[in-house]
């Protein structure tokens, strides 16, 4: 979601609306054995160590670990004009999903998320993001102005197959991305993203750099574990264009997901159900941020009510122990 800290205009969610309608047209803890070389008869040489086998269907118990993955959604994010006003400079102050679920769940949660991450600036931290490592038009970018919940250099990517490989008790990894990548088409297009083309294309590539992430997680980073989806939400679930917007975005990330057998956290579900009773208005049942001195009383990032509805949402699609 969108990173910068002032909150996303009214104007761009509508362009981004309409642009999305015409697409529609473990156990415990597993570690290394633990046995030591065993000492074997002259002659013969040690058997080497081995490692418990892990599935995508082995349970996520206490004291594992949780890595999650994504934008400003994942991060815990909320815009400047919250009451009260956020401490940027204090990342442990900003508490997402990730954070409710570990604290729920007793996991060690490792939360490389960045405000503003684009699909692919979470490959390569030198291509375009939304306000992460960088920002359209040269703007400010959070990376450089506030610490994230994990330091580490270069891209969210290349952080994440390193950890994988040297930490073996990751039970679970998540990951919620490509909401920036819409923002990022419409904010720098002279036609604000409405051909098209330009929508085929900007699909194309979050399917692209979704496969791409997720095959490095599982190819390279040899991570086995429960591997879960974060859909995203409608910004207002009584609007059918918000609600082809989430779900063009959720279909295209979760078909690309699936042959890496992958677990899909339905957030857009749990926001639409808990909005039933609010007439469907996301912002009037409180699962958005409350802005003050802005042009509209909702910014576009989970309150925490939201925070917790994605966390539940990513409990129930994971096997527990």
Known sequence: MKSVVAPMPANARRAVRAMLVLLCATGLLVTITGQALAKKPAGKKPTATTKSKITPTTPITQGSTYLALGDSV???????TVVPTPNYPDAASLIGYPEMLGSELHLNVVNAACPGETSSSLIDATAQSNGCENAPGGGPAYRTLYPLHVKYSGSQLAFAVSYLKEHQNVRLVSLMIGANDVFLCQETTADHCTSLSEQAALIATIEKNVHSILSAIRTQAHYNGQLAIVNYYSIDSANATDNSASQV?????????RPFHVEIADGYGEFATA????????????????????????????????????AQAV???IRLG
């Open 315 to 317: 409990e129930k699609a």
């Open 249 to 257: 975005l959720d279909a295209a990330i979760d078909g690309t997901a």
């Open 275 to 310: 909005s039933v009773h609010s007439g469907g208005n996301t912002c009037t049942a409180g699962l958005l941020t409350q802005l003050v001195n802005a042009s509209t009383p909702c910014g576009v990032h989970p309150s925490y009510a939201g925070q917790a509805l994605l």
């Open 74 to 80: 994942t991060f815990g994010f909320q815009e400047s």
